[in-house]
Structure formats: structure tokens, C-alpha cells
């Protein structure tokens, strides 16, 4: 398979190629599928006890709260937008993948609301994902789940373990909202403590902040499960999704319906070491890079969403002034719910800043880079000067200083070359400054990353350990 895509890239770029490009002598090209975060038949994202126990909190809570003599039925049907939304300066070209619609087969097969397998046996839910990078995007409070349409708050949960892996009977972090016309929206799996301080009883608008995305309850990664019942009854389950295989209800409930299938570039990166992508519930290290060394090989890497065999996606590294420097393109040859490739390129030798850009489906998506940083005085990033770790090369102990940060706990991770944490601590924060020493003797000679990261800022500094 790999051989046959080396070789496709190949026959490419040697037919297509401009005689005035600069030359490039690696041409490999790496990648395929990434995993969904998804359950089975078996372990649901909500068990038959949950259901019967959330059932029973609602119909408690509504009738504690006087709910039930406030809400004036009305036919309107509810109308959802989107609800999720990026967050904390996420500028991702796009950041999340459907893993899962409604099973509209009430057998034991699988059917989703287009007539297509994008769902599990017995599925009720639609699940999203956030990607790439699940569990960084989780850590960093990235992508908020807001509420899809106006309503009560009738249930809540928070304070569970939020970093499941398995299909298992955990309990969920949930908000269920009931809307004007009686129906209920069921928000599932959020990050532990990230819920609105808003407690049962109170109403939220459309788009208001619930939580962050999680991987709470039976979960095997972050995701989030957006449920959606015509009353506070389980049994009565609709499909907001309209299509030839609902047999729930014929109208869509989305203001908007986005389409069944939406092939789209999610992130362009350019690299110098590889992403790591360590599996649940690992952090991952997405080593993205912004300055290089001139004429060096880097790793030009795209995520994707939907692809779709036989489209293909356009690649080119632009110089400073608009021409193009490179232009390569990836085929597909396979369907992938979701799906990474890279290609290992040889960077321009002249000092500028260039722009990778990777348009698919007639979406651009690009990422800015710059050669030869220290000559043109760019600086990689505003809050490096606030980070400094000596000695470096480091012997016996590594020192790392915090000057004139904001004040919060800030982790402190060291990584090896392929990725392993080898040291992992936490600095609080509480003057604006601080140090903190790390024992490197037991480690062996090589190159090490750095991590130092808070809520708000995350700085990663190359380390040399040689004892
Ligand atoms: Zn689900």
C-alpha cells in the first residue's frame, strides 16, 4: 500500500513537476487512517441503567422545580444550530469529524439516517469528535460544547473521570436541556469540572457555553454525544438529521443541515520531528514548528476529514513573493472518516517567511513559516522569552525558569526523541515567576523536548542531555 502511494506521488510529481521548481530529493509520502472515538452495540456512549436513572432525575427534577406548569407545549419544532464551537484562539481550518449518527435500523444491523454505516448497533446519538488532537484539545479547554437551541436546564452532572478509554459503566459529565415545545437535548461525555455554573432550573440561550468536550462515561476518547428525545422519555428518541433512512421524523431539527459527508482539510503543519500520536488517554505532541533552518528536510503534514477515494488534494509551499516555490499533489485512493498524510520536503535555502498550503474539496487551508528565523528577527513565539532552561546542554540537573508569566499551575513535561515522557511536574505559579529543577543524570544522552504549558501558553524547547 505505501509503496503504491510512493509510487503514485512519484509518477506525479515527475510528470507534473515545473523544471523551474526547486529540486526535492525526498519524495515520501506517509499516513492513512486515524481511529474514530467510538463505542459498540455492546458498551452504548449511554448504558439502559443510565438511561432509566437520567429519565428518573428528569422527571424529579422538573417536578421539584415547578417545571412542568412553566413550559407552554407549542408544535414549533425545535430548531438546532451547530453545538460545538472552537475556543481559546483555536484557528484550525476545521476541528472536529461525525464518528457516528443515529442507527435507524431497529435490527441488529446498522443504518444511518443517509441509508450509510457511519453508526454502531443501537447507537441513539450523534457522536463528534474533536480532531485533530483529542486530548490536547481537551487539556487546553479548545473546543467548547454549546447549547444547539434555547432552554431549561433539567439535569446535570459534573466531577467524573473524564479521560476513559473503555466502553465501560463510568459516569458521563451531561447537561440535558428541555426546549420550549417539550423536546430534550442530551450533551454527553464533557471534561471533568468544565460544566456552566449553572445549575438545574435555570435557562440557557442557543449557543451559550455548557462545557468543554471529554471523554467521560463510556468513552474510548474525547467526543461529544448530542442526543435528542421529543419528551423527557427515552423511548421518545428523534434523529435531527433529515434523510431517506429516518424513520424517527421526516423534517430536520438543524437550522442548517450540514451535509452527510464533508471533505475538508482540518489542519496544514509543518514539522521538524514527528507528530506524535500517542493513543488514548496520552496527550499528543503535535510538535509543530515555526521556524527552520535553511535547505533542511521538514515534514509537511495535512489532517483530513471525509476523504474520498479518487479526489485528490493539492499541496505547494508559496515564497514570500506569491510564486509558487513547490506544488505537489496527495490521491486518494481509499474512504477515510478521517485520515493524515505527510510528506518529507526539502525547505527553501533563502531566508523569508513561505506559506504551506494544502487546498482540498475547494478548501484552502494554510500555515506560515519562516527561514532563517534569527536573521530576519522574527521570533518564534512572544512568550519563549519568558521561558529559559539552562544549562543546555544539561548535565546532573536541568534548571527552568519562569519570568514574568501570568500566575496558574503550569505543567512541565520532558520528552524524549520518539515522543515518551521521562519527567513530568507541576510549577504553581503565584509571583510571576519561578524555578524548578529537574534531575537528568538517570537519563540517557540525546535530544529531549520540553513542555511548558498552562491553560493560556504552551512553549516547547529543544534539550540536549549529555551526562
Ligand atoms: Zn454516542
Redesign the pocket.
Known amino acids: 500500500m505505501k509503496l503504491i502511494i510512493t509510487l503514485i506521488s512519484f509518477i506525479v510529481l515527475g510528470a507534473f513537476a515545473h523544471p523551474s521548481f526547486a529540486q526535492n530529493t525526498a519524495q515520501e509520502e506517509f499516513g492513512g487512517s486515524l481511529p474514530a472515538r ?2 459498540d452495540a455492546a458498551h ?3 448504558s439502559k441503567q443510565q438511561y432509566e436513572f437520567i429519565e428518573k432525575r428528569c422527571a424529579e427534577n422538573i417536578k421539584t422545580l415547578h417545571l412542568d406548569n412553566k413550559e407552554q407545549r407549542t408544535t414549533t419544532s425545535t430548531t438546532f444550530s451547530w453545538p460545538l464551537e472552537p475556543a481559546n484562539g483555536l484557528n484550525d481550518c476545521g476541528y472536529y469529524v461525525i464518528f ?1 449518527y443515529v442507527d435507524e435500523d431497529t435490527t441488529s444491523g446498522i443504518k444511518d439516517y443517509n441509508c450509510g454505516a457511519v453508526t454502531y448497533d443501537g ?5 463528534i469528535g474533536t480532531e485533530p488532537y483529542p486530548f490536547y484539545k481537551m487539556d487546553h479547554n479548545e473546543v467548547n460544547v454549546i447549547a444547539a437551541a434555547p432552554g431549561t436546564i433539567i439535569e446535570k452532572s459534573d466531577g467524573f473521570f473524564d479521560r476513559n478509554c473503555a466502553m465501560n459503566s463510568d459516569t458521563a459529565n451531561y447537561i440535558i436541556i428541555q426546549h420550549t415545545d417539550g423536546s430534550v437535548a442530551l450533551y ?2 464533557m471534561k471533568k469540572f468544565s460544566l456552566t455554573s449553572k445549575v438545574v432550573g435555570q435557562t440557557v440561550v442557543a449557543g451559550e457555553f455548557l462545557g468543554v468536550v471529554g471523554s467521560s462515561g463510556a468513552a474510548t476518547g474525547p ?1 461529544l ?3 435528542v428525545w421529543s419528551t423527557i422519555s427515552s423511548s421518545s428518541l428523534r434523529d435531527p438529521w433529515s434523510g431517506a433512512c429516518n424513520h424517527y421524523n421526516p423534517a430536520s431539527w438543524w437550522a442548517a443541515q450540514k451535509p452527510y459527508t464533508e471533505p475538508a482539510v482540518l489542519k496544514a503543519q509543518v514539522n521538524m520531528l514527528p507528530v506524535v500520536l500517542p493513543g488514548c488517554d496520552t496527550t499528543e505532541t503535535p510538535n509543530e514548528d515555526s521556524c527552520f533552518a535553511p535547505g533542511v528536510t521538514a515534514k509537511f503534514y495535512f489532517f483530513l476529514r471525509n476523504e474520498t477515494a479518487g479526489d485528490t488534494v493539492h499541496e505547494r509551499i508559496i515564497n514570500p513573493d506569491g510564486s509558487n516555490f513547490l506544488i505537489w499533489t496527495h490521491n486518494s485512493l481509499t474512504n477515510y472518516l478521517y485520515s493524515y498524510w505527510y510528506f518529507n520536503r526539502v525547505l527553501p535555502s533563502i531566508a523569508g517567511t513561505y506559506t504551506y498550503e494544502t487546498k482540498y474539496n475547494g478548501i484552502t487551508c494554510s500555515k506560515n513559516f519562516t527561514v532563517s528565523c534569527a536573521t530576519l528577527g522574527v521570533q518564534p513565539n512572544a512568550d519563549d522569552e519568558k521561558i529559559r532552561v539552562f544549562p543546555n546542554p544539561a548535565n546532573t540537573v536541568l534548571d527552568i525558569a519562569l519570568n514574568d508569566v501570568d500566575n496558574a499551575p503550569y505543567s512541565l513535561t520532558l520528552r524524549n526523541i520518539v515522543g515518551q515522557v521521562v519527567s513530568k511536574d507541576i510549577e504553581e505559579i503565584t509571583t510571576r515567576n519561578g524555578q524548578r529543577s529537574i534531575p537528568v543524570a538517570a537519563f540517557p544522552n540525546g535530544i529531549y523536548f520540553l513542555e511548558v504549558a498552562s491553560g493560556k501558553m504552551r512553549i516547547v524547547k529543544k534539550i540536549i542531555i549529555q551526562n
Not at 447507537?123 to 457522536?127: E, N
Open positions: 467510538t463505542n452504548p456512549c449511554i457516528n447507537h441513539r446519538g450523534t457522536d454527553w461525555h467526543h454525544h448530542f442526543e
